[in-house]
């Protein structure tokens, strides 16, 4: 799994930072940052809730094979 996150249409709603706290956080402004673009394995169900938690849909999930 790979994730980015577009902070261009972040509005800083924090919800994938309350899902998966291992993996997001924000700016000193808020927007969103990626901690761990390759999120390991356990974490993955909490990271697709965070993407479809976020309501711009700023949160992008690559599926690896
Ligand atoms: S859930 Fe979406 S809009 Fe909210 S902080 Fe995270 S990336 Fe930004």
């Given at each position: 799994m790979r994730v980015t996150a577009?902070?261009?249409?972040?509005?800083?709603?924090?919800?994938?930072?309350?899902?998966?706290?291992?993996v997001?956080?924000?700016?000193?402004?808020?927007?969103?940052?990626v901690l761990r673009p390759d999120p390991?394995?356990?974490?993955?169900?909490?990271?697709?809730?965070?993407?479809?938690?976020?309501?711009?849909?700023?949160?992008?999930?690559?599926?690896?094979?």
């Amino acid at each position: 799994m790979r994730v980015t996150a577009d902070r261009d249409t972040c509005t800083v709603s924090s919800l994938c930072v309350y899902r998966a706290p291992e993996v997001f956080d924000q700016d000193e402004d808020g927007h969103v940052v990626v901690l761990r673009p390759d999120p390991p394995e356990h974490l993955h169900p909490a990271v697709r809730d965070a993407a479809r938690s976020c309501p711009t849909r700023s949160i992008r999930i690559t599926e690896e094979e």
